[in-house]
């Protein structure tokens, strides 16, 4: 068994969820890192599968598809050692024996991180925006002095 600190109260669960759209072929799958509070290894990982299973859900997109998410399971949970402060080591991966070339592989560009993705990257991904949500963002917009 991991080695669990006794005042350990803080795990990194990841969430696999896939999307299927009425309609097409292929699918999206997002693998979703999960902070969760808890006890114990126990009582996290049944967190993060009730968590997981919160996903489940048909709704319509803005094309009118059905959209289906289907909570397929846990990839990982880790617990994490350090408090959650700025520079707190929250995972890690180890890897062996890599060349110089695999080492310069792991390292994107500054432009390439996540973060700095533009919102409109290409995907041929389906569609899985909610009308729902799209309808309530182009009523704000529309009428952006009412409350809401």
């Known amino acids: ?12 669960a990841e969430i696999v969820e896939e999307i299927k759209v ?19 290894p126990e009582e996290a990982y049944d967190k993060a599968i009730a968590r997981g299973e919160e996903a489940n859900m048909t ?16 990839s990982e949970l880790n617990v994490i050692m350090d408090d959650l402060e700025d520079g707190a ?7 062996e024996n890599l060349t110089e ?8 560009t500054k432009g390439e991180l996540g973060v700095f993705q ?6 041929s ?12 963002v182009m ?3 529309q009428n952006p002095r009412q409350d809401h």
């Open 59 to 74: 709704y319509e997109n803005t094309d009118g598809q059905a959209v289906t998410i289907t909570f397929r399971g846990l």
């Open 1 to 12: 068994m991991a080695y669990i600190p006794e005042e350990a109260r803080w795990y990194l």
């Open 22 to 40: 009425e309609g097409t072929s292929s699918n999206v799958v997002h693998n979703n890192l999960v902070l969760i509070h808890a006890q114990s």
């Open 118 to 123: 533009s919102v409109e990257s290409e995907t």
């Open 139 to 141: 009523r704000i917009i």
């Open 89 to 95: 080591e929250i995972a890690y991966e180890e890897m």
């Open 101 to 108: 070339e695999e080492i310069q592989e792991l390292l994107p």
């Open 125 to 136: 991904a389906p569609n899985y925006i909610a009308k729902d949500v799209m309808d309530e």
